[in-house]
């Protein structure tokens, strides 16, 4: 990553108000904390991480992103990512997707897909520099009519 010293790990209770503090900046239609909360400790195919910044001369650690993605025998699904809008486009996206993608394969995972809001360029770009590419569309897909782009990556 370009600027920061940081760590994936999964996400825990104490995780909770800063995860939600970064889906309600990113999101119209946020996760609530009773989603992640069966996310984290109740669903059985859902991996949760978080990314944390650290700064050891400042004794310092924070939550800056986190990754809900499934895993359900060889296709694994992308749920939600978000960094938080302070530090987005700095690197912090790539080092989680980086990680889903290794665990993928590390579990024999052979595509890796996901849906995005036709709207999301930065998104769509995002995902296309990891390897993602338009599979179609799924029309109104969203609770405001706005379609999906479904995207997959062959996980090699
Ligand atoms: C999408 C998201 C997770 C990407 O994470 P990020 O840390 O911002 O992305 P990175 O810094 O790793 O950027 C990688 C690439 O993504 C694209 N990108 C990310 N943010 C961008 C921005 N603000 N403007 C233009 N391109 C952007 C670029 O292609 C960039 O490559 P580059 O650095 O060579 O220009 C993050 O921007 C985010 O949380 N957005 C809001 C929530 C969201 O839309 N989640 C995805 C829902 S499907």
């Not at 600027?3 to 996400?11: G, K, Q």
Request: charged share 25%; hydrophobic share 40%.
């Amino acid at each position: 990553m370009k600027y920061l010293d940081v760590e994936i790990r999964d996400m825990t209770d104490s995780d909770l108000p800063m995860v939600m503090e970064i889906e309600n900046l990113c999101f119209k239609h946020p996760y609530k904390e009773k989603d992640l909360i069966y996310e984290m400790h109740e669903n059985p195919v859902s991996n949760v991480w978080v990314i944390e910044y650290s700064n050891a001369s400042l004794g310092l650690k924070t939550v800056v992103g986190f990754v809900d993605y499934w895993v359900t025998f060889d296709s694994g699904t992308i749920c939600q990512i978000a960094v938080h809008p302070d530090i987005q486009h700095s690197g912090v996206g790539s080092e989680l997707l980086k990680e889903v993608i290794k665990d993928a394969k590390a579990k024999k995972v052979k595509t890796l897909t996901l849906e995005v809001r036709e709207s999301n360029l930065n998104a769509i770009n995002f995902y296309e520099k990891h390897g993602f590419v338009i599979s179609h569309k799924k029309p109104a897909y969203y609770s405001n009519g706005e379609d999906a782009i479904y995207m997959i990556l062959e996980v090699k």
